[in-house]
């Protein structure tokens, strides 16, 4: 039996999970970004004061890389209060967690320790171990130069060689460079053919300063793309054609593929609707992989209510959620039913609109008699507000008190006023949701938030979770 400091400790831990799931301290619809940053700060401290060694484990959970750089930002901030056995510990984790980051967060995170003046011995030591981790340092030297120069700098390294060196701290005091990289990068400044040897976003700048058309650069600059580049821009990249669209399309995550559809007119997405379907079953069935077909009977509640529009910074990020989990749980389930607030039945033309009659929607889900009910969406039932909250309570505790429909509810936004995401009912577990990827380890984590298991189950939990995230970057290392 736990005792309630145990399970007010599990209750923190979860909430703290939801945040670092779903919070980027950006607007969200009902919230703005002050109000996000001060709330994500509170409980960030709060942990790291209250529950450093769980604080540290998070690193090892699906949270978004906001939260994982500002976890390691001030676990290394405050490395003169933890024990010898915790800075072991948390380096490990570390190390694990910055190799799985965009490099760009990671050269961010650096620069924010230099600002803080965070300059001790494990701090240099990981940041040395990072950089000689990357697989290409001259592209990191082309493509975030400031960034390189600035973390050699702070932690007293010297660069790799010394013709990178040379590029990183007087790039244009060379005649030439042996790394056609870099050499590409000092002829880009006078010779236009350079520039389409460069990395997009390092040519884009070349580009303007030679005054070369915008579609002629598209087009030749093609091949150096990135598949999310080619996705981004092939509204206005007329010239790199469907062909190149579709290869894109066929290897895109699920939720990535998701937001790219949603940004795409109706008109488009029912034209293409062969090709889009294609791409979303083919990312889904990637994510399902072996667990394919093996959940059982399924029903989803989708919210494409107005507030699934998300924000300026967040743009329909709650609908693409809902839409990449509607094609996941479709992968999972062998028998599966979809079920949009707006009464929709086509899922390809999704968009936000209306108000959010959850509660009407979940007597309709329930009256499918699923195995699963899974529910997508922000928590703000409001038509009529309420019902949601009372219909899953009448199910729970009248209808079905065996359990024999699994229940969990998913909100891809963070409710900054209550620190956690909105919740429906108490009898139903609710957990952050980020990527749809993260919906099978999710559901698993439910089980904690509903109260069934304690902080010593949810500690195994998160161990298992660190010794696996540690054995995979062993392996990555061993290669």
């Known amino acids: ?35 996000q940053r001060l709330s994500l700060d509170f ?78 011995r494990r701090t240099r030591a990981i940041m040395r171990e990072w950089l000689s981790a990357r697989p290409d340092l001259a592209f990191d030297a082309v493509k975030y130069r400031n960034g390189l120069k600035r973390a050699l700098r702070h932690a007293h390294l010297a660069p790799a060689s010394e013709e990178l060196g040379t590029f990183v701290f007087a790039p244009l005091t060379r005649k030439h460079y042996a790394t056609p990289l870099l050499d590409a990068w000092r002829r880009a400044h006078y010779e ?41 821009l092939q509204d206005s990249a007329h010239t790199i054609g469907a062909t190149a669209a579709q290869a894109d399309l066929a290897g895109m995550p699920l939720t990535r593929l998701a937001t790219y559809v949603l940004s795409l007119p109706v008109e488009d997405r029912l034209s293409r609707r062969a090709e889009l379907t294609r791409a979303l079953e083919a990312a889904a069935g990637r994510v399902a992989g072996a667990h394919r077909g093996t959940w059982g009977k399924v029903t989803a509640v989708l919210d494409d209510s107005f507030s699934a529009f998300g924000s300026v910074h967040k743009r329909r990020r709650p609908l693409a959620v809902a839409l990449a989990c509607h ?65 899953l309570r009448i199910w729970r505790t009248r209808l079905d008190p065996q359990r024999r429909t699994s229940v969990v509810h998913l909100n891809p936004v963070y409710d900054a006023a209550d620190f956690d995401v909105r919740r429906l009912s108490a009898t139903v577990p609710t957990a952050g949701i980020r990527d749809a990827e993260d ?15 304690g902080l010593a189950e949810l500690i195994t939990y998160m161990d298992t979770r660190a010794a696996r995230m540690t054995r995979g970057h062993d392996r990555e290392r061993a290669r």
């Open 192 to 232: 236009q053919a350079a520039v389409y040897e460069l990395p997009y976003t390092v040519a884009e700048g070349f580009a303007a300063k030679h005054g070369i058309p915008r579609d002629v650069f598209l087009e030749r600059i093609a091949p150096r793309m990135t598949r999310l580049e080619t996705l981004r």
């Open 327 to 391: 094609y996941l749980l479709a992968a999972l389930a062998d028998d599966y039913t979809g079920l949009w607030t707006s009464g929709r039945t086509d899922a390809l033309s999704a968009r936000p609109y209306g108000p959010t009659p959850l509660g009407r929607r979940i007597l309709d889900a329930l009256e499918t008699a699923p195995s699963r009910l899974v529910i997508v969406s922000d928590g703000w039932d409001n038509a009529p507000p309420g019902l949601a909250a009372e219909v």
């Open 439 to 453: 919906l099978p380890a999710l559901v698993e984590l439910a089980q904690f938030a509903e109260g069934r298991t």
């Open 1 to 35: 039996m736990d005792s309630y400091g145990d399970l007010i400790a599990a209750d923190d831990v979860l909430l703290f999970v939801n945040a670092a799931i779903t919070s980027t301290g950006q607007r969200e619809f009902h919230s703005d970004a002050d109000e």
């Open 43 to 120: 409980l960030h401290a709060y942990m790291l004061v209250n529950y450093r060694d769980l604080y540290a484990r998070v690193l090892a959970l699906d949270i978004n890389d906001h939260n994982a750089t500002l976890i390691v930002q001030r676990l290394l901030e405050t490395a003169g209060e933890a024990t010898a056995e915790q800075r072991r510990t948390e380096g490990r984790l570390i190390a694990c967690r910055l190799a799985m980051l965009p490099p760009q967060r990671v050269y961010g995170l650096f620069d924010a320790l230099r600002r803080a003046g965070v300059n001790n």
